[in-house]
DNA sequence: AAACTGACTAATA
DNA sequence: CTATTAGCCAGTT
């Protein structure tokens, strides 16, 4: 059999330079899905930021919690059950980094923003 | 292969 | 502010 030639992953190598992006993100700035999906050489592809973050495997030293939506709040993820944990894990290690919400929990891009 | 889904974005109303 | 529409594109079913 072909060593795994398949190798399904059309876009691995497309997660890489999205990741690799995601791994600039200095501390303490944000950046949204499609800052990212852009400066990887994948305009409109915010999507699949959002997919390859979701397939992110445990122990990658990936800032993940550094890459929020376009309004500046942190996304949420279908399964409510467990979204508000995360949401909520996520919110506190960026405040950790010095990012601030607002009350609404939102940042403010203009001044967290990645450039 | 068609339909569905989704950690998105932007424009409009 | 929310709701709706449309564009976007890959992974799943």
């Known amino acids: 059999m072909p060593p795994c ?7 691995a190598s497309d997660v890489r330079r999205i990741l690799a992006t995601i791994e600039r993100i200095p501390e303490g700035r944000v ?4 800052q990212i999906a852009l400066l990887a050489g994948l305009r409109g592809h915010a999507r699949q930021v959002g997919y390859a973050l979701r397939n992110l495997p445990e122990g990658s030293r990936v800032p993940w919690q550094r890459v ?14 467990l979204s508000g944990y995360w949401e909520g894990f996520q919110r ?6 010095g990012v601030v919400f607002d009350a609404r929990g939102r940042v403010d891009l203009d001044r967290f923003g990645w450039d």
Request: hydrophobic share 25%.
């Open 5 to 11: 030639s398949s190798a399904s992953r059309s876009s």
């Open 31 to 34: 950046a949204t899905y499609g």
């Open 68 to 81: 929020i939506n376009a309004k500046g709040e942190v996304s949420g993820r279908g399964e409510a059950n």
């Open 92 to 97: 506190h290690l960026l405040e950790e980094e």
